[in-house]
């Protein structure tokens, strides 16, 4: 029903010109994507900030060597100084080093979980669009019932009821890090599997199907080599807005005190220590959260660019 | 219309069983034991422990156990706050109307704010207006609410001091007055939260909108020489609100996340914040009587926003 509004002024771009010489340039969908991706300047600001945030907590701790755990209660609660350059927290602790550390956390979560999720969504969504009748029926209401159960009280009730025993089983941090990515992208992977799905139901019947079919494709290979390629793109949006999706859910769950334990510092956790010292500190507050929300934000826009990049029909 | 509703309401129950199978397999996959503490204590012989654990079927296998569990749940038992020494449903239901007040008056801030601008914006699309208004819908999409809730405690709790930052179920006082500190407590908890669905419900009216305003039923309305007015608030946006509908309900699980946030950092005395409580002192069975109260009101708003979907789209057929 959509009318002639274009989803975004970028998509009715002109046709690309396909020139008239002997040797025609090649154009790939994926140079043409990322032609289009180029004219979203938020997109590409966002990009970039992405980028630089995870080389600057990826390079950064072998530049600022301080510890994170080093306590100094000469120094508690200072503003940004030249030794401290974001402040300190209550014990003193270099807050730089601490928001360094705290981004490989929060950003590799992110990034995990949103790989567990796509994953889990795309092998449900292709055994939904592949098959009829009951299996599809079946998983398509296991969908639904996943996206009615409310994310976060489930989330605080898995992280509540198996941190102890994960913790035993691989330690405090990887345990926690597996448990959080886990349970984040096993909440996650509905939207990817209703995309993968509707695009199956599109592929599954057009000609280029029918002629590996009739050239004696197995079912596997069909999916695989086929059907799945073509509908990578708005899976891959999907996957730009889990990866912000799960960057704001470890940082609830961190704020709510049920995410990472103090000697790890994620930026959730770290805001979460900070909101108690609000009136006298609040440097510390702000730059934890800052760092979510500009790297969220990032991701959105990028999001946003890649959408009207890959999927000129906006699905949604 | 009323076989559509029984038909609706048919296909609730196997949702609530759905998710309470879904809880109570996560509990029961969940290491650990309600006894765990009675094992390791030595004034307690075994056979008192046995006696124990067969009487509260604990060896039972885990659907006979799940069985009695919602037997129980139907009666109204849902077990007995570890902590506070009162019966869930009970504590549940003393702190239910906080929650739904707040997520009410949050949501009714939302639409007040994303309707007129969500219009706007798509009446003319990529119009300055437009643009600066979708930056910050996107904006503010990507705030998580503890943050907006910290800076706004920082700017009019501690830097201005206009507001309080502790929400206070006891206030002192009556009448005007009490009403008065009652609005004051209670405006950064909604605007904090009601922001946050502002800003997705923005983007939901603008693009419901725009898929509307070119069809041809309006162009007949413009032809006809209807004011521009009329056309869009008789013509294109009663449509398009349509599907908003659907799109709110769908929000739900996200908003009472938020809602939990919020409660915690203003620490209202919601069904949110009991179930923080809860946690940090685990005391189960509230725990689990607070995630299946959220996960029923989920389903409730899917289900009131599909009855309301097939009253306002006369398109929709009750099959």
Known sequence: ?316 | MSRYLIRRLLITIPSLLGISVALFTILALAPGDPFGELATNPAIPPEVQAALRAKFGLDDPIPIRYLHWLVAMLHGDWGFSFVSRVNVDTLILQRLPTTIAVIGAAQVLALLVALPVGVLAAVRPYSAFDQVVSTFALMGFSLPTFFTGIILILVFSIQLDWLPFVFRADLPGSGLHWWWAEFKQSIMPIVVLGLFLGAAMMRFVRSAVLDVIRLEYVTTARSKGLPERAVILKHIVRNALIPVVTLVALQMPAVFGGAIVTEQIFRVPGIGSLLISAIQSNDTPVIMGVTFVFSCLVILCNLMADLLYGWLDPRITYR
């Open chain 1, 1 to 316: 029903m959509a009318g002639s509004t274009p989803a975004s002024p970028t998509v009715d771009a002109a046709p690309v010109v396909v020139r008239a010489t002997t040797r025609a340039r090649q154009v790939t969908p994926w140079t043409e994507a990322w032609r289009r991706f180029r004219r979203h300047r938020l997109a590409v600001a966002g990009a970039v900030v992405f980028v630089l945030m995870i080389l600057a907590v990826a390079f950064g701790p072998l530049i600022w060597r301080v510890q994170i755990n080093e306590i100094d209660f000469t120094a508690q609660l200072q503003p940004p100084s030249w030794a401290h350059p974001l402040g300190t927290d209550d014990l003193g602790q270099d807050l730089l080093a601490r928001m360094l550390y705290g981004g490989r956390i929060s950003l590799s979560v992110g990034l995990a979980a949103m790989v567990v999720s796509i994953v889990i969504g795309t092998i449900i969504g292709s055994i939904a669009g592949m098959s009829r009748g009951s299996i599809d029926a079946a998983l398509m209401w296991l969908t639904d019932l996943f996206l009615s159960l409310p994310s976060v009280p489930v989330l605080l009730l898995l992280i509540y009821l198996f941190r102890e025993s994960m913790k035993h089983l691989i330690g405090a941090e990887l345990g926690t890090f597996v448990l959080i990515v886990v349970a984040i992208g096993a909440f996650r992977w509905m939207i990817a599997a209703r995309l993968v799905r509707a695009q199956f139901f599109a592929l599954r019947e057009k000609e280029f199907v029918e002629a590996a079919r009739a050239l004696g494709a197995s079912q596997i290979r069909l999916m695989a080599r086929h059907i799945l390629p073509n509908a990578l793109g708005p899976v891959i949006v999907a996957a730009t807005i889990d990866v912000a999706a799960a960057i704001i859910t470890e940082s609830t769950l961190s704020f709510l005190g049920l995410g990472f334990p103090p000697d790890i510092p994620s930026w959730g956790r770290i805001l979460f220590d900070a909101k108690d010292n609000l009136d006298v500190a609040p440097h510390w507050a702000l730059f934890a959260g800052g760092a979510i929300f500009l790297s969220v934000l990032a991701v959105s826009f990028m999001g946003d660019g890649l959408r009207d990049a890959l999927d000129p029909r906006r699905v949604i």
